[in-house]
């Protein structure tokens, strides 16, 4: 659409309803090579408001290819000459000024008060019934938790007895490796009273209580055996728990019945064990 006059023109690109772009010229008498560039760069229907007389002759002589133009339609043919005129006619009518009574601004102001009571009321049906929607989502989330957990609570229960037996099995495992570690070892003792013990000595007993030692046997001279006994490395603080007893065998040999006790040397922990029969 080219609307011109005697000062200035503008072209307006349109698509439909839709407003492509719009460029400025000065008259066209004056940008004529200019405006028939810009329209010929545009293929479409060439619509004109203003003076159609002097622009076909001011076009025809700078483009060898005559344009499509175009006057305006059947209603706007008397005022197509004139911008101005098409602008007028063209823009909406002013609201005529308008009297209200009493009356009329009451009802106006009842009707809005209506309104928004209606609007207030929706409102808070729509909240009623989003909470209740809400809260009908929490319950039906909350009822499949507990059907979950009612379904794991055997495998649950299983897992928890299991568990609960190995870790009592581990202390268990725990303890006895601290008892075994923290144990004297008595074989080592009596290891050594057998080397130290002489030939003809026999043990009847041997008890071991904490750090303490107890040493029962019978030999042909206890005193020895006293002696053998201090010479243990593991031993110490060696003295005679009972009198000697003097008794004779079967056989007629005189033997004499003692009875030691002795401390361990750097017991680890406290420990019992008793041995009781004859060795030698």
């Known amino acids: 659409l080219l609307v011109c006059d005697a000062q200035q023109a503008h072209l307006l690109f349109t698509n439909g309803p839709a407003l492509g772009g719009v460029r400025r010229f000065r008259a066209v008498a004056e940008d004529a090579p200019r405006v028939a560039e810009a329209m010929t760069s545009h293929p479409g229907t060439l619509r004109v408001a203003g003076a159609e007389s002097p622009l076909r002759a001011a ?53 809005a008060q209506r309104l928004a009571v209606r609007l207030a009321l929706a409102a808070a049906a729509c909240l009623a019934l989003a909470g209740a929607l809400q809260l ?30 190995v870790e009592t099995a581990f202390r268990q495992l725990a303890a006895l490796s601290v008892q075994q570690r923290a144990a004297p070892m008595w074989s080592s003792v009596l290891a050594d009273l057998s080397r ?46 009972s009198p000697v007893r003097r008794e004779t065998t079967a056989e007629g040999i005189a033997l004499e019945r003692f009875q030691l006790s002795a401390v361990l040397r750097d017991a680890p922990a406290p420990a019992t064990t008793t041995l009781g029969g004859g060795s030698r």
């Open 59 to 111: 076009l025809s002589s700078t483009t060898a290819t005559p344009l499509p133009l175009a006057g305006a339609g059947t209603s706007l043919a008397s005022i197509a000459s004139s911008a101005e005129a098409m602008a007028a006619a063209g823009a909406p009518l002013a609201v005529s000024l308008q009297l209200e009574t009493d009356r009329t601004r009451a009802a106006r102001a009842t009707g």
């Open 136 to 165: 009908w989502d929490v319950q039906r989330e909350l009822a499949a938790v507990r059907a979950e957990r009612e379904a794991l609570r055997p495998q649950l229960g299983t897992t928890l007895v299991g568990r609960t037996t």
């Open 196 to 241: 130290q013990l002489p030939p003809e000595s026999y043990l009847t007993g041997f008890r071991g209580r904490a750090d303490t030692v107890g040493i029962d046997g019978l030999a042909l001279s206890a005193a020895r055996v006293f002696d053998a006994v201090e010479r243990v490395p593991r031993l110490q603080e060696v003295r005679a728990s």
